[in-house]
């Protein structure tokens, strides 16, 4: 009865090296976004799809890209991964306004 | 752009009092105001909403008040238990399309003591 998945919950990658976080819905939601969130501070939006359009947020880094290649699923790269991105990643989804997140996915960076 | 404000940061109570949360926004477009309970470690909920057009609604214990006059909402909690404790996000938006995003609030921690 999942309704928005992320892949995979832990994630464990080196300083420097590539990495990427997977979400997919079922709700068949047009809206996808990406948060991330440091510990005792609110979700910091990324970016969002509305359908295949591609929304930044002005002070999202360039290590950060994003890929939707179809409704069900959305990908968050991270070309360079430093010390700083060590986060909780949550993936959402929404159709009138309504967030539904996923469980996230705690990423580390040694 | 809109800002959210949320105090207190903290907040314990006694089980079976009430708790209150307020919210205040700066944007007089905002209609659709969310409130997320998040536990350690896992996601945020959405617990309940209100759109711009209803000043009140309720679902069991808890309650949302919305007051667009002076751009502030409540979150009410009635009879506490210690499984209410989490931190709180109150959000604002005011786009339903393309551009749908929530600003939140920084949060604030519930303590409920047994």
């Known amino acids: 009865d999942a309704m928005v998945i992320q892949n995979p919950r832990y994630q464990v990658t080196q300083f420097g090296k590539p990495v990427t976080l997977s979400c997919s819905q079922t709700?068949?939601?047009?809206?996808m976004y990406w948060y991330q969130q440091k510990s005792s501070q609110a979700p910091k939006l990324l970016f969002h799809?509305?359908?295949?359009?591609?929304?930044n947020e002005a002070d999202t880094p360039d290590n950060f890209q994003s890929r939707r290649p179809n409704t069900s699923f959305c990908f968050l790269d991270i070309r360079s991964p430093g010390l700083g991105d060590a986060a909780m990643y949550l993936c959402?989804?929404?159709?009138?306004?309504?967030?539904?997140f996923g469980p996230g996915t705690r990423l580390t960076v040694l | 752009g809109e800002n959210v404000e949320q105090h207190p940061s903290t907040l314990s109570v006694q089980e079976g009092d009430s708790a209150v949360i307020k919210c205040t926004y700066s944007?007089?477009?905002?209609?659709?105001f969310p409130w997320y309970k998040q536990e350690l470690g896992k996601r945020p909920q959405l617990i309940i909403d209100?759109?711009?057009?209803?000043g009140e609604k309720k679902d069991q214990r808890i309650a949302v008040t919305l007051n667009k006059t002076a751009k502030h909402f409540s979150l009410h909690i009635t009879e506490t238990q210690p499984e209410d404790s989490a931190v709180y996000f109150c959000?604002?938006?005011?786009?339903?399309?393309?551009?749908?995003?929530?600003?939140f609030g920084k949060g604030i921690t519930l303590s409920v003591r047994p």
């Open positions: 959402a989804t929404s159709r009138r306004q309504e967030q539904f």
């Open positions: 709700l068949n939601h047009n809206v």
């Open positions: 799809y509305y359908d295949k359009d591609f929304n």
């Open positions: 944007d007089s477009a905002s209609n659709y």
């Open positions: 209100i759109r711009s057009n209803v």
């Open positions: 959000a604002a938006s005011s786009d339903s399309g393309a551009n749908s995003k929530l600003t």
